[in-house]
């Protein structure tokens, strides 16, 4: 055992001479500014481990070495980004990270690279299936009629509708909102996401009722044919003056703010690598590109590296572009 | 009560007790009536809770900008192994940068499984070999192999890493008593009962986000009983040997490491074997900090609702638990067998022709992946997956039996499990501090009392009362079903060996597929809340008491039970009246350790939307507040200390009293 890695470590060195002196001035010059790997974090959902491998293939391309470490979504942004275990992280959405960004903000160690391109949307869902029953749905006010909201009950809810919100720490103000809307329903909230997925999943195959609350960009919305429920649109005074809107004592009688998607990075990145920051900074994606792809992987089983492949191949004068 | 009231007889103590509880159980009953003019008694006022979350954080922050030098220079120095184990396992050697870079192949998959099969030749024979060569192909038939490997490079740098740090704690402790009862034995009980989630972001922010930091996290985790067979196994040798070693006139160190700790080697590899279970009990954790690996694809698949694949994943898990469990187990029975000094031989093939034959095997396939890549990854034409099966098969259920579950889970959620919520949040935590402390009083002493009250106290003045018994409530129906569950099919294992061989394996994977992979698809059956978390708390909790009193009573001397047959006993009263109270301490400890095991699926159990103190847990961690996270982490810990050394005082009497 000793002896094996004795031998390897030789070889590497070995190796690592040979290759030290085939660099040509040529190639130093095209070589990166640091020669530490970028780090770039990968989350637990698909479309930002899509847009990490896409970003990580692109520096590569340049140059760059690229690590992925698997990172905790909310929390890296005032752990890994402050201090560098992470360089970057690309999807933090206003819609759930609004208050961990503020956080991250505060620090002054991070840096917010921009918008990533696709909006994040958020509200209340129902599969199409449940128009039978409520016929004027997607309209809001269609839940305030007790027979509409009495066929979303299960025994415990009952009368009252079920709603199946997101995680606790993910809360879009789900309570409040029905208490300012005096909408006949009960909030359940799921642990995680994909508890409440699996729980669509199966009321859907049985067509049986279901209310929950779903996000978009997801391969839920492609999969599952329903709509969104429309709540009086968002605005900032909904969720801090009470005056406005339906209700003229409560706060938040509207639907729930869309936002952007941003892109973080550790704000050590700019000195350290200079062109790949250049290039994180402008990367974008279309919304549309990015659910298609995220369906590829999800529902048709295509491994992230190839798609992502596929995308650097297509868009090479883009990312030529972001690196000038 | 009153059951155990006719059943005595005339025991003035007994009696006494009797009547003290009676007033005590009035006295909180009052208490509880008179809550709208003394509301503080039964909740805690939000006012006087003591910012114990705030205080912790505050520390963090210190240690943070003051000690991050130490830590920091700590995951560089654990980082060099350990990248050095990732590489060649999992992910190739790479030297040089960008468009220069040399890559240095990992070792082979063929090479890998043939030193898996020769090892297990080299330990245990054909049948071993080929348990344990058959686990490393099935993981990379299923197309695990990338995943599966970097869980082994962590697990075979953690795994030294605690037996080594174990062993030198167990050493102190054994050595010193004071630091023993004062350092070593709190800290372990708080090791083992503290989540793990709890500690996550302290270890994010001191260690980084990196493999090291969960290799420090499956660390904390799996090293106390290591350190725990240490000092059994150093108490346990027999003072003829020590007096031995003394008169041979060996010095203090020859004697503890050329006499003693070989002596104790058979109660140490059982540590180690247990190091290693716990070790793969964290791949889903430790991925979230970093690792990756077969916990991550866990994880990953269950976000995309890939139910099989999610399965797949946790099997692989398992395949590799029992590689290793079966390796290490053997390991421990050769040497307790103690081997004979062979003459040593010049060359090495001679001495370790296993060993020998696998660096070959191994060098040759690696070299071979290069030319030929079918030997450097699993080629996809020979993987194949049962995913779709899986999937399939829960949709089935789904459609099928849905609405049977469904009256069923009502039932349960609005008779049973609403009313025993709505009385354990109720409860004035005043009068649970009170009840617990005199509990403790009776079964052991004013010592025991005073530390079971201090501890709920604890759970009440940070604020957590209310969850806190949630916790409480969960655990407490999840045990109890479990052990109703368990102990029958414990007796039952422990009358037949043949049903006994059926339930082996079952509970050895209930133990080690991780509780997220069977979660998810019990969700789709019985929804998002407390029913859910029951069963999967269940599934996992059961496993000890089946265990326990399996062994209890199967360890019952036989001389016994055959002086209950001349006796003229029927099978009937061997079993009631000689074996069953004989087994009963070791079937308590198998409902102590359920009752600890439903505690620890309190984390897991959140993820499906329980309000207690794993969703407490859950917030912390994604607030990054590491001082909430410790709290709550502190009061789950608390939970399971207090019962388990009200537990045990019950145990020691009742044992005190079998004679």
Known sequence: ?324 | MTVTASASEPRPPLQRWLLVWAVALAAVLVLFLLQSSLPWAVNYPAEAVVPVADWVSALMGWIKSNLSWLTRSITAVLGVPLDFALNLLAKNFKIGHGADTVVLPRLSWVGVCAAAFLAGHAVGGRKLSLLVGGCFLYIALFGQWTSAMLTLALISIAVPFCIVTGLFAGIWAWRKPWAERLVVSPALDLMQTIPTFAYLIPMLLLFGNSPVSAMIATAIFATPPMVRATMLGLSRVPSEVDDFSEMAGCTARQKLWRVLLPSARPTLMVGVNQVIMLALNMVIIASMIGAGGLGYDVLLALRALKVGEAMEAGLAIVALAIALDRLSQAIAHKQAKGHIHQAASRSLWRRYPNLTLAIAILAVTTLLGLFLPAFAAVPKAITFTTAPLWKAAVNWVTINFFDIIEAFRVALILNVLNPVRAFCEGFPWLGAVFLLGLAGYQLSGLRLAALVAALTAFCAITGLWEKTMATVYLCGISAFIACLIGIPIGLMAARSDRFEKIVTPIIDTLQVLPSFCFIIPVVMLFRVGDVTAMIATVAFAVVPAIRYTNHGIRQVPPALIEAAKVSGCTPRQTFFRVQLPLALPEIMLGVNQTILMALAMIIICAMVGTRDLGQEVFIALSKADSGRGIVAGLAIAFIGIVADRLFNAWTAKARARLG
């Open chain 1, 1 to 324: 055992m000793l002896f094996r890695s004795y031998i390897s470590k030789l070889l590497m060195s070995a190796v690592a001479l040979a290759t030290l002196s085939l660099l040509t001035p040529s190639a130093r010059a095209a070589a990166p500014e640091s020669n530490d790997p970028i780090k770039i974090a990968l989350f637990d959902w698909t479309s930002v481990n899509l847009n990490a491998k896409i970003l990580g293939g692109i520096l590569e391309k340049l140059g760059y070495t690229v690590e992925y470490p698997t990172a905790d979504y909310l929390s890296s942004l005032t752990t890994g980004l402050t201090n560098g275990d992470l360089d970057v992280g690309l999807e933090f959405w206003d819609t759930t990270a609004g208050e961990a960004m503020k956080a991250s903000d505060a620090t002054g160690q991070t840096e917010r690279l921009g918008k990533l391109g696709p909006k994040a949307k958020e509200e209340w869902w129902f599969p199409e299936y449940m128009k039978a029953k409520c016929p004027t749905l997607p309209d809001w006010h269609a839940l305030l009629d007790p027979t509409c909201a009495a066929s979303f009950s299960t025994a415990e809810t009952a009368p009252k509708g079920r709603y199946l919100g997101g995680p606790v720490t993910w809360e879009g103000f789900d309570d409040e909102r029905i208490a300012a809307l005096k909408l006949p329903f009960t909030v359940i909230h799921a642990g995680t996401d994909a508890a409440m997925f699996a729980e669509l999943d199966s009321a859907y195959q049985r067509k049986a009722p279901i209310m929950l609350w779903i996000y978009s960009p997801h391969w839920a919305p492609a999969k599952y044919k329903g709509e969104w429920v429309q709540f009086p649109e968002y605005t900032p005074e909904c969720y801090n003056d009470p005056k406005w809107g339906v209700n003229p004592d409560a706060k938040y009688d509207c639907g729930k703010p869309h936002g952007e998607i941003w892109k973080y990075s550790w704000n050590g990145m700019k000195d350290k690598w200079p062109i790949a920051y250049k290039v994180a900074k402008a990367y974008t994606i279309d919304t549309d590109e990015l659910n298609k792809m995220s369906g590829e992987i999800d529902l048709d089983g295509k491994k992230p590296e190839d798609v992502a492949a596929a995308w650097i191949a297509a868009h090479e004068a883009d990312w030529k572009a972001w690196a000038q």
